[in-house]
């Protein structure tokens, strides 16, 4: 079967720097995406990465490695609204955008 | 622009009764998407549209049914709902449709419970 596991949970401190790690095993690969999603909102886009390496936006970055089927979203300079879930994504070997359960980022003061 | 717009944006329906829940985009996007949310299960997709007039199964499609008569809209139809429907309920959308690159825009979703 597909699977795709995250933390539940993290915590982390304000102006502090978070790696939360997405790790999966799909049928074929063809791109991995991040989203970020507060509480009652819909998943907005983050980022996606489909070759190995480091695609950095702004405060946010995204690595990829597809030997190890790993990928990890690092925040950094962390903001109090910056809490939220954030969802790894896999597009499998049908195109079809497989989703992890989401790990809930808490940011404390 | 509006991008992706649900409604409702929350009900309670009684089991056994019929629901449609609606999904209108503007971006002129091939490809749309019914997705349930429940809490610890992520996004499971429930069916999916590649194109105006095609349709197909997703994950979870069972007592689902769906449409695309047109590009921009893509109601989602419980014919009798069951108390286990009960979920928040996302509508996507995303440019190709297939292959590659296809980033997902997400409507705000609609909360529906089934008593």
């Known amino acids: 079967g597909q699977n795709i596991d995250q933390p539940t949970e993290m915590t982390a401190t304000e102006g502090a720097i978070v790696q939360i790690n997405c790790t999966y095993q799909?049928?074929?690969?063809?791109?991995l995406f991040w989203y970020q999603q507060h509480a009652g909102e819909a998943p907005t886009f983050l980022s996606y990465n489909v070759l190995d390496g480091l695609e950095e936006k702004g405060r946010f970055s995204s690595f990829l490695s597809r030997s190890k089927g790993y990928s990890y979203l690092l925040l950094k300079e962390l903001q109090m609204k910056d809490s939220a879930s954030y969802l790894c994504?896999?597009?499998?070997?049908?195109?079809?955008?497989?989703w992890g359960a989401g790990t809930k980022l808490i940011i404390k003061p | 622009i509006a991008g992706i717009t649900q409604a409702p944006t929350s009900q309670i329906l009684a089991a056994g009764r019929r629901m449609t829940l609606r999904c209108t985009q503007d971006?002129?996007?091939?490809?749309m998407y019914w997705y349930r949310q429940d809490l610890g299960l992520g996004l499971r997709l429930i069916h999916y549209s590649n194109t105006a007039g095609t349709t197909g199964k997703g994950e979870v499609p069972d007592g689902y049914s769906v449409s695309r008569a047109n590009t921009d809209d893509f109601p989602l139809t419980l014919a009798s709902a069951v108390p286990s429907q009960t979920s928040v309920y996302f509508c996507?959308?995303?440019?190709?449709?297939?292959?590659?690159?296809?980033?997902?825009?997400f409507g705000p979703g609609t909360r529906l419970t089934v008593l």
């Open positions: 799909t049928s074929g690969f063809n791109g």
């Open positions: 994504a896999v597009i499998d070997s049908n195109y079809q955008l497989i």
């Open positions: 971006m002129r996007h091939n490809a």
């Open positions: 996507a959308s995303s440019e190709k449709g297939a292959g590659g690159k296809d980033t997902q825009y």
